[in-house]
């Protein structure tokens, strides 16, 4: 049966750079406010260490790297909360990597989301939990082994699985395809940024031509260029495009994370 929870979206704009957004929700964890990025490229949620997690339960460390599809973070470090609530979504008992650096984002990943049908309607910044929405057609939602979701796209050389990654402010390229097709990619300068770890590096950016999801058009876009396909795992479906919000924000999708579906909303 539908829950249908709608929550508000945070939609942090890049001042310099178009279509580059963060994506939040309003959370609170033992009752603390704290906005979390909304990650389906993120395996396992998380927090940055400080004075919110001082508060929460210490859990025996497990393996690193929970967080982003390409977090550098190596961090194995866990805490428990007793409750976090999200709108009117509640989640018991919830666990979150801690990030040893104190600039790191706090998201929301897929330990949680994949519970879920997620609506996101960018065109009015909400997002719906286990609507029954009507979506154009049911397209098969391939998954890789920690639950990240991939689709279908037509682009440079021909048809690819490019991993859907609400918790991506840019979209990211791999370098060998940017290698291999100079011709299609145009300089777009650098962006710098800060990593889980607090190492910070200057990332190039390269204009991505317009790509096709779902029978879909999406006009050229920005993009980071990074050395993305040696991370998928070995039973994994590779990749060398990672779509993030300049692609994402502009259609209202529907993503059944639970069942295995992707569809458009209409």
């Known amino acids: 049966m539908p829950i249908d929870i709608a929550l508000e979206l945070e939609l942090d704009e890049d001042p310099d750079l178009a279509d580059v957004i963060l994506v939040r929700v309003a959370a609170e964890i033992d009752g603390a406010p704290r906005p979390l990025i909304i990650d389906t490229g993120g395996a396992r949620s998380g927090l940055p260490a400080g004075k919110l997690t001082d508060g929460l339960t210490r859990l025996p460390p497990q393996d690193g790297g929970g967080g982003g599809v390409f977090s550098a973070s190596a961090s194995s470090e866990r805490v428990e909360a007793r409750t976090m609530r999200i709108g ?79 918790g991506a402010s840019i979209s990211v390229i791999d370098r060998g395809v940017v290698s291999r097709h100079p011709e299609r990619f145009r300089a777009a300068g650098a962006a710098s940024g800060t990593d889980s770890s607090g190492a910070s590096a200057e990332t190039p950016l390269v204009l991505l031509p317009e790509v096709t999801v779902g029978g879909r058009r999406f006009a050229p876009s920005v993009a980071a260029v990074a050395d993305i396909a040696r991370l998928s795992r070995p039973d994994d479906p590779p990749f060398e495009l990672i779509l993030g919000m300049p692609v994402l924000r502009h259609a209202n999708w529907a993503v059944h994370l639970r069942d295995g579906w992707w569809g458009y909303l209409v």
């Open 88 to 166: 009117d979504l509640l989640v018991e008992r919830p666990v979150f990597d801690v990030e040893p650096h104190e600039d790191a984002p706090a998201i929301l990943g897929l330990d949680v989301l994949r519970r879920h049908r997620l609506d996101f309607r960018f065109d009015d910044a909400r997002l719906v939990l286990d609507a029954d929405a009507p979506v154009d057609r049911r397209r098969e939602l391939v998954q890789s082994s920690r639950g990240h979701p991939y689709v279908d796209v037509d682009w440079v050389e021909g048809s690819w699985p490019a991993i859907w990654d609400s």
